[in-house]
């Protein structure tokens, strides 16, 4: 079983810059692939960034060149940086860990709102 918890949320101006952290306790954070989505009000939730095990990163079109997903393997914790946001990423961002070893096993946070006004 992995808990996962996000921080980092908040409320910026258009160009600004936050840092959302995924802590994970319990599991072998190492064998897990690390996902970051989003869901703004009234749209499906989508995939924002990913990074595996290995470390490893992936991005949405949408973000690539302004986010930056990192972790920290001594402090079970997935970073993701967002530089230069824009109102429409304005979404609560959700973290999720998916198994390398089982297939179908993930785990998700309770999410954190992020609002970037214009």
């Known amino acids: 079983q992995v808990e996962l918890a996000e921080a980092g949320g908040g409320s910026v101006q258009a160009g600004g810059s936050l840092r959302l952290s995924c802590a994970a306790l319990?599991?072998?954070?190492?064998?897990?692939?690390i996902d970051w989505y989003r869901q703004a009000p009234g749209k499906q939730r989508e995939s924002v960034a990913s990074i595996t095990d290995g470390g490893g990163a992936s991005y949405a079109d949408s973000v690539t060149g302004r986010f930056a997903i990192s972790r920290d393997h001594t402090k079970n914790t997935v970073y993701l940086q967002m530089n230069r946001l824009k109102p429409e990423d304005t979404a609560v961002y959700y973290c999720?860990?998916?198994?390398?070893?089982?297939?179908?096993?993930?785990?998700w946070g309770q999410g954190t709102q992020v609002t970037v006004s214009s």
């Open positions: 999720s860990a998916r198994s390398v070893r089982n297939l179908g096993e993930t785990y």
């Open positions: 319990g599991g072998i954070f190492s064998t897990y692939v």
